[in-house]
């Protein structure tokens, strides 16, 4: 293709891009354009840039972790780097998006998209999937933080907060004063947000497996659980923490930045097959992700990227009740003082630690060792060595440098693909140079 015949064809791209934002707009709330930003303008490529082909389809999950996918379509980012026809796919459910992964995009399903881990190598590996190894790679971390622990309304004064180590004999002596056990909820098992509320519960001497029923039950669900008096508490994303508190329903026991500050939370994946056939789309993607990361994290962007959000074809969400996690403000309830740290709430490309977007492999070792922690996956993922040849398969933080350095964020590369040693808030520290430490050094584990 000519310089002539590209540039024509990204500018011609651009305006259908354009158009299709305006008509899809027009099914909810649109913010008037007026308030908008410039989008994106569609750059030269050389010929070793260009992509292989323009489409990808991407599933997320309506929340605030997949806000940097949408900004990425909607402020043009996409399109400026050739992948102009993206398709965000909004899945009912974590399970929906792993069955539509498996048969993939030609089959009516999804190249790949949102995740939370160890998704992508549990389906890597068959382990979620009927045994069928479908090999992902794990492109970029999507966000930090956005979590938290609900707890209904009928535990207010119970001592029911960041540690619970008070309130150990009142949850696990909940059965015999109320013929049930203390009931707990996540919206997928063994991955983040099981894992996020299973170390809260562990570390406040709560063994999750037998002294609490925890349970993997849709988000709305939960709610209602927690409204009647049958659900106790929830490993939730935001915006549901701010409706919790504000409806009356119960408080927040803590926010996910409490329990590890800057935690790793959700990913883009995709399917390794799509990605092996399409490596400068691939990096294409990823760089257009990069700039709205970078968008998103600014200040000044928050509130427009509230905006669009909360549109009905996306997050179909009140733009009041998405505001307040975006500055970083949650209001916890129960007595407890309110958290108003802007960097508290979700950051998508950098933080106090370092790097957001990139996806390091001390990380997923964190989730794979926690996975063994628990007995998860026992026979498919034995040791932390088998761990970290799975993580070797799966992690492919190379094609992110690669578009880092191609986009010209050289400034922003991590050095390691180690953070280094992480802390949480109960005094643990999981040194990924020796993840064995980190498991001796827990109470409460199967292993």
């Known amino acids: ?44 490529l050389s010929p ?135 009931k707990a909820a996540h919206t997928f098992p063994q991955v983040n947000q099981d894992l996020w509320i299973r170390y809260w519960f562990a570390a406040g001497g709560v063994d999750p497996d037998n002294d609490i029923d925890l349970l993997a039950v849709p988000s709305a669900e939960t709610v209602q659980g927690m409204r009647n008096g049958s659900m106790d508490a929830f490993s939730t994303g935001d915006p549901w923490p701010y409706r919790i508190v504000a409806d ?47 968008w998103c994290d600014q200040a000044k962007n928050r509130e427009e990227l509230v905006q669009i959000v909360s549109q009905r074809n996306f997050f179909n969400v009140p733009i009041r009740i998405l505001q307040p996690p975006y500055a970083g403000k949650y209001a916890m309830g129960d007595g407890k003082a309110d958290v108003g740290d802007f960097k508290m709430g979700p950051m998508y490309w950098k933080d106090d630690i370092g790097s957001v977007s990139y996806p390091y492999k001390s990380h997923d070792l964190w989730f794979l060792t926690e996975s063994m922690r628990w007995g998860f996956h026992k026979g498919k993922i034995n040791d932390i060595d088998q761990a970290k040849q799975i993580i070797d398969r799966v992690n492919r933080e190379d094609l992110w440098r690669e578009a880092a350095k191609e986009a010209g964020f050289n400034s922003e590369i991590p050095q390691s693909t180690s953070r280094g040693v992480e802390r949480f808030f109960d005094g643990k520290e999981f040194d990924p140079e020796n993840p064995e430490a980190y498991l001796n050094s827990l109470a409460i584990k199967r292993v």
């Open 248 to 294: 009356d329903i119960g408080h927040m026991a803590a926010v996910s930045g409490q329990i590890w500050r800057f935690h790793p939370e959700e990913y883009l994946s995709i399917r390794a097959d799509w990605v092996d056939k399409n490596p400068k789309a691939t990096k294409a993607v990823l760089k257009a992700l990069m700039e709205a990361q970078q």
């Open 48 to 182: 070793e840039q260009v992509p292989e082909t323009s489409t990808v389809k991407l599933g997320y999950i309506p929340i605030v972790e997949a806000a940097a996918l949408v900004i990425a379509q909607e402020k043009g980012f996409f399109a400026k780097y050739g992948m102009t026809d993206v398709k965000l796919a909004k899945q009912a459910s974590w399970a929906s998006a792993r069955d539509n992964v498996t048969i993939g995009s030609a089959n009516g399903g999804i190249d790949g998209g949102q995740w939370q881990m160890p998704m992508p190598h549990l389906i890597s590996e068959g382990i979620i999937t009927n045994g069928r190894k479908i090999p992902m790679y794990v492109l970029a971390q999507l966000n930090t933080q956005g979590n938290g622990i609900a707890i209904a309304r009928m535990h207010k004064g119970k001592g029911l907060g960041l540690d619970i180590s008070g309130a150990a004999d009142y949850i696990k002596g909940f059965q015999q004063a109320n013929g049930r056990k203390f």
């Open 1 to 44: 293709m000519s310089n002539f015949s590209r540039r024509r064809f990204l500018l011609t791209a651009g305006a259908t891009a354009a158009s299709s934002v305006f008509l899809k707009g027009c099914l909810g709330n649109p913010p008037s354009p007026a308030a908008l930003s410039p989008k994106a303008e569609a750059i030269e």
